[in-house]
């Protein structure tokens, strides 16, 4: 019933019914062609029968060495389509992507502290909190920055928490 | 950027690199001087040129940017044709599309040169290009130039001998010269390549089966098509795009699946691929035999995928009975039954009567109510559950998606409404541990309440029942803030309602920014444009059109991106998003709305006008806009699926018609579908015209009106020969956006202003032919011949027009007897119209011949304006004066009557909802108001707490309030403008006596 296809720009004239969720960013238009243009295999859109779009996931590979890994930019299932593990296919599918076509070490993902329902969703997708960064969120909200560690970490090392939690200049990656 | 060679366009990288750090960091003085020694040292280079090109670019100038590109353009020809590297041309390439020199803006700048590609010079052209690997270049190429197939052959020989050499090695290559092969019908060699070793290219097997399967079934090879779709749903069992691909072999139909990558407004009935809906060619025997092993296959993926999130294997069934039917196989009940059997596994689930609409509109009224009588007997509707809510939910959508709430009688629909309201407030409890960020169970009931209370208000114009559909979308936000369904619906009902600032309230709460400007800021902007609310209004165009030119700016840049990395298919996809919104209706009417409502806000002072149309070009950009070739390739990107039903675009609002008993479902959805799919009909494109011919209009009435005025007497009556040409092509096409030859358009503006003809009938475009009347008007002003006949560029007539329509107009409105409160749809968008449209622009001709004809000793020139005053003409503008002053006056003592004191306003919005208690208007916001004195006890927790302070009556006061609010708003522009008139008045005076 859902079609996962890549996303495409026309896809931007037709998401209004999943970004005007107060909790999904409408992001510039050099943001999401950046993202188009570099990862397209990362940004990827669910359509149902109608062509309607049901929600859609976007994200990116990058780092070097160990830290070579997916990146969960976005990911957003309008209110309809809700409440039937769509986003979790989304999520599948980018973990595959990296896992596979890219044999990336892990996959993660940025989280507001105070987004139980997403956090939860997340854990249940198998993501763990790898560390807390302090207001991540416009210099107010801390972030939880979540991992999955992929087939190419055997010893899974790159979801081992950190002990202490970090501020936004120390991250590696943004 | 930097070479595979180590070499950046022939020059040592590490002596460009700093160049290029230079100017990421935008450090372009320092930039241009790396590279003036740079070229001290390589003066014939064609990339330092390049580089110096951008830098100046960048600097801002444009034309020493141009000239310097063109030389190492030039230098390029005349160059061997081996320094033709990619990345001189990918320089050149940002410079000349930010120069927006570039035919398309957004490829290569050689590629441009159609001619280089037509002969040997193409092929030699395009050898350099794969010389030195740019598999990219050849692709775009082909795409892009205008020899388009007819290169295709020469494309494929050129990466055909680059394979050979070098073989490929990204996807993206790979599937370009799959498309050239594609596009030639050359499937079977496509399929060779892919399950060669390229194929591997592909990361994902169901990519590559996907591909596969869509070349065997170009080439008609469907057995084999369908096998491979087989494998593809085996992998991905929701797959839906594959299915219909499986079983459009299976039926061996040329499937062609519904677009939404198009724009187009479908329409969920009219969304099936057209191809699936046919019957086969096929004989029965081998179609019901293909049937039933599809449907043994689906059988087998429902089987092994029992996860109730995958609902693909299940929807393959009732498409499967679908096809039977079609196919005349078998009769509906089949079909009756598989929706039936999809409906008891996942009614509960919101998408679940949305996603089958489709084959719901294949049965009839009976099978209908035996589908939803079999579902409602399904569940016990009493229970508190989240599955039993969800199966309530899918009940009503049902009804709601055939259009069956229709057939219902006014006492049913109350009955409805309140059902779905107490449904809501009785499972509240489900939701009181969510977390408040999250969808609360059961929302969409209010949704659907409020839409009955508008069908309802429809039926019967109660105003209560509009109330009452506010208030539960507002009760609905009390409880949880984040909906935005409520939010939209509420703009749409708030708006109509004449309550304006509230609406205007929700639609900021929406956060519409970037792209959402475009697709969903038609929910507010055409009202507002019709509002006093001015500066809102350019605030809200201002904010879009920097969005917009924002992006048309950086797209270039985005498609370099693109195409650095690359991503080929988004190179082209990116350049083709860019000309959709470079042609959006919206965007093309923005610009000229941006200067109308400068002009409306400053029209008080002809100095301030002047110079807002000297900062767009007297109007005469604005008018080329609207030329036809452009009209033509407009596209509208409005996302019209989240409007309400009973506006399916912003031009249609079926409250403002009456309401037709004796419509069927089925003929309510054809007219919202036939409105969805004309949105970019002739009136709107006519409308978009108009507005593009009025800022130059204003001009040419202004300004040359008041030349004449001042130069014709010395010139002893010469009129301005220019001006009046002009304006009279601007008239003409003006007439024809009303729908009317010129000539046919002045007899009527006389006829109605004569009396003779009944304004109403021309209801729909009367604030464009008082516009009309005004400019005919300045027009006769400077023509030297009388534009109408018995009037003439000393006569009055011309006067006497615009007063009288204007006067009748105005009239027309104010004579209405309904009270803006309790009127809803009331006369205040249109009378705002006419007053900041024609009577401004009227204003303005005045202020313009008054200033032409004031003996002003500085401005006198030599030999200069007579001190002798033009008697006739200022008599007939003294005239006119007093008339408009008449006019507006009469509005603001219609205004100051709908000012009424605000208890009153509210006890007599309030007597609406006081209905019996059996019927009328009333039941559900005494629901609504009893449930939040309850909540408390009954359910408790956070639920209680943003129920604390609910009442209908504030809800009310506050819609008095936004009420009055507009009032005082449009009184604030009818005062400024009496107080210009009153000036005028008393200059005339002084110049009369």
Redesign the interface.
């Known amino acids: ?5 890549r996303f ?7 998401f ?2 999943v ?5 999904t960013e ?5 943001f ?3 993202y ?3 990862w ?2 990362y940004f990827h859109s669910a ?8 929600g859609y996931i976007m994200g990116k590979v990058e780092g070097q060495g160990e830290s070579w890994h997916g990146h969960v930019t976005a990911v957003s299932v309008a ?8 986003a ?2 989304l999520m599948n599918l980018l973990e ?2 990296s896992d ?2 890219d044999k990336a070490y892990f996959v993660d993902l940025f989280v507001r502290a105070s ?3 997403a956090i939860r969703m997340y854990e249940k997708l198998g993501y763990v909190v790898y560390r807390r960064v302090l207001r991540y969120y416009s210099g107010e909200e801390d972030g939880l920055d979540m991992r999955k560690a992929l087939s190419q970490d055997v010893e899974k090392k790159s979801i081992i928490p950190l002990k202490r939690p970090i501020t936004p200049d120390e991250l590696e990656y943004d | 950027m930097a070479s595979k060679f180590g070499l950046a366009g022939g020059i040592p990288e590490r002596r460009v690199r700093p160049i290029w750090d230079a100017v990421d960091s935008r450090q372009y003085k320092a930039a241009l001087k790396l590279c003036t020694a740079l070229l001290a040292k390589h003066p014939t280079s064609p990339y330092a040129l390049a580089l110096k090109a951008l830098i100046l670019e960048r600097m801002g100038k444009p034309d020493e940017a141009l000239s310097v590109s063109l030389d190492a353009k030039e230098r390029l020809y005349s160059d061997n044709i081996f320094h033709f590297d990619d990345l001189t041309l990918s320089t050149l390439q940002i410079v000349f599309q930010r120069l927006e020199r570039c035919m398309f803006g957004t490829f290569h700048l050689l590629l441009l040169n159609t001619n280089a590609f037509a002969g040997t010079d193409g092929c030699k052209y395009g050898y350099g290009l794969m010389v030195l690997g740019m598999i990219d270049n050849v692709v775009l190429w082909v795409h892009f130039s205008s020899g388009g197939k007819k290169l295709l052959p020469l494309a494929e020989a050129l990466l055909k001998k680059h394979i050979s050499s070098h073989s490929l090695h990204e996807p993206e290559a790979l599937a370009l010269y799959i498309s050239i092969l594609e596009q030639q019908s050359k499937y079977d060699a496509a399929l060779e390549v892919l399950s060669g070793d390229m194929g591997s290219l592909l990361g994902r097997e169901e990519d590559k089966l996907r591909l596969q399967g869509r070349l065997l079934a170009q080439a008609s090879s469907y057995v084999a098509a369908s096998e491979i779709y087989q494998k593809v749903l085996e992998s991905c069992p929701d797959d839906w795009e594959s299915f219909l691909h499986y079983i459009g072999c299976l039926l061996e139909h040329d499937v062609i699946l519904p677009k939404p990558c198009t724009g187009e407004h479908a329409c969920p009935s009219n969304s099936v691929d057209s191809g699936m809906s046919k019957k086969s060619s096929l004989s029965e025997e081998l179609v019901e035999s293909r049937l039933t092993s599809a449907l043994s296959f689906v059988q087998s993926l429902q089987e092994s995928n029992s996860s109730d999130c995958v609902r693909g294997p299940h929807i393959a069934n009732i498409e499967i009975e679908k096809q039977r039917c079609l196919n005349g196989i078998s009769n509906d009940r089949k079909l009756t039954e598989a929706l039936l059997k999809y409906f008891r596994r996942f009614g509960h689930l919101s998408c679940s009567a949305s996603d089958v609409e489709t084959y719901l509109h294949m049965l009839s009224g009976d099978e209908i109510n035996e589908l939803l009588a079999e579902i409602s007997g399904s569940f016990d509707a009493s229970s508190v559950s989240v599955n039993t809510l969800g199966l309530t939910i899918t009940l009503f959508k049902v009804q709601e998606l055939l259009g069956m709430l229709f057939t219902k009688s006014t006492a049913e629909l109350q009955g409805i409404a309140k059902r779905l309201v107490d449904t809501f407030y009785r499972n509240l409890p489900l939701s009181n541990d969510l977390d408040p960020q999250e969808n609360m169970f059961g929302e969409e009931l209010l949704s659907m309440a409020s839409n009955i209370l508008v069908q309802l208000y429809w039926r019967t114009r109660n105003l209560g029942y509009l109330l009452e559909a506010i208030l539960v979308l507002e009760y609905g936000l009390a409880i949880r803030k984040y909906v935005w369904q409520y939010k939209i619906n509420l703009v749409h009902l708030f708006s109509y309602l004449g309550a304006l600032p509230l609406a205007h309230k929700w639609y900021l709460t929406l956060d519409v920014k970037n792209i959402l400007l475009e697709s969903v800021s038609h929910h507010i902007l055409p009202q507002l444009l019709n509002s006093p609310f001015l500066q809102h209004t350019a605030d809200l165009v201002k904010d879009y059109l920097k969005f917009m030119d924002d992006h048309l700016k950086e797209s270039a840049d985005l498609t370099c991106l693109a195409y650095r990395h690359r991503t080929y298919s988004k190179v082209i996809e990116f350049v083709q998003f860019k000309d959709r919104l470079q042609r959006s209706m919206q965007y093309l009417t923005a610009k000229s709305d941006s200067v109308i409502l400068h002009l409306k806000q400053k029209a008080e002072s002809l100095e301030e006008v002047e110079s807002i149309l000297e900062n767009a070009s007297h109007g005469t950009r604005l008018v080329e806009l609207s030329n036809e070739d452009s009209m033509k390739h407009v596209t509208s990107n409005e996302d019209l699926e989240t409007r309400p039903w009973w506006t399916p675009t912003s031009t249609v609002n079926f409250l403002s018609e009456p309401f037709d008993e004796g419509s069927t479902p089925s003929i309510y959805r054809n007219k919202m579908c036939k409105h969805k799919s004309k949105e970019n009909d002739d009136p709107k494109l006519k409308a978009a015209e108009q507005k593009s011919l009025v800022p130059r209009l204003v001009y040419l009435s202004t300004h040359d009106c008041a030349y004449f005025l001042r130069e014709g007497e010395q010139n002893n009556g010469s009129c301005n020969v220019t001006a009046a040409g002009e304006m009279k092509t601007l008239l003409q096409k003006y007439a024809r956006s009303i729908g009317y030859s010129i000539d046919d358009a002045l007899s009527i503006v006389l006829g109605m202003s004569s009396g003779k003809k009944a304004v109403k009938d021309y209801g729909p475009d009367i604030v464009s032919w008082m516009s009309f009347a005004v400019f005919i008007n300045a027009w006769n002003l400077c023509s030297s011949e009388p534009v109408i006949s018995g009037t003439d560029c000393s006569s009055p007539g011309s006067w006497d027009i615009v007063d009288e329509l204007v006067k009748i107009c105005i009239e027309g409105q104010l004579t209405d007897g309904n009270r803006m409160l309790t009127s809803p749809g009331n006369n205040i968008p249109l009378l705002v119209q006419m007053v900041t449209g024609p009577i401004s622009w009227h204003l303005l001709v005045i202020q313009s011949c008054m200033r032409g004809m004031a003996p002003q000793g500085k401005k006198k020139k030599k030999g200069g304006p007579s001190e002798r005053p033009n008697t006739p003409q200022l008599q007939a503008i003294q005239s006119s004066v007093n008339r408009m002053v008449d006019t507006l006056r009469s509005v603001q003592t219609w205004l100051s009557d709908q000012m009424k004191p605000e208890e009153q306003a509210l006890d007599m919005l309030l007597l609406c909802l006081q209905g019996t208690s059996t019927e009328g208007p009333g039941l559900i916001s005494q629901t609504l108001d009893e449930s939040a004195a309850t909540v408390g006890s009954e359910i408790g927790g956070r639920i209680a707490q943003s129920l604390d302070s609910w009442s209908s009556a504030a809800v009310i006061r506050r819609i008095v309030g936004a009420e009055k609010e507009t009032i005082a708003e449009f009184k604030k522009i009818c005062d400024s403008k009496l107080k210009l008139l009153m000036s005028v008045s008393a200059s005339l005076s002084s110049m009369l006596h």
Do not use: W
């Not at chain 1, 970004?19 to 909790?23: E, K, Q, T, V």
């Not at chain 1, 359509?47 to 049901?54: L, Q, S, T, Y």
């Not at chain 1, 209110?79 to 769509?86: H, N, Y």
């Open positions: 019933m859902t079609t996962i296809r495409c720009c026309d896809d931007l004239l037709r209004a019914s970004n005007l969720d107060h909790l409408t992001f510039n238009m050099s999401y062609m950046t188009l243009a570099r397209p295999d359509v149902n029968p109608a062509g309607r779009v049901m209110s309809e389509f809700r409440r039937q593990k769509l979790k296919k595959e992507i596979k076509m987004n139980m329902p």
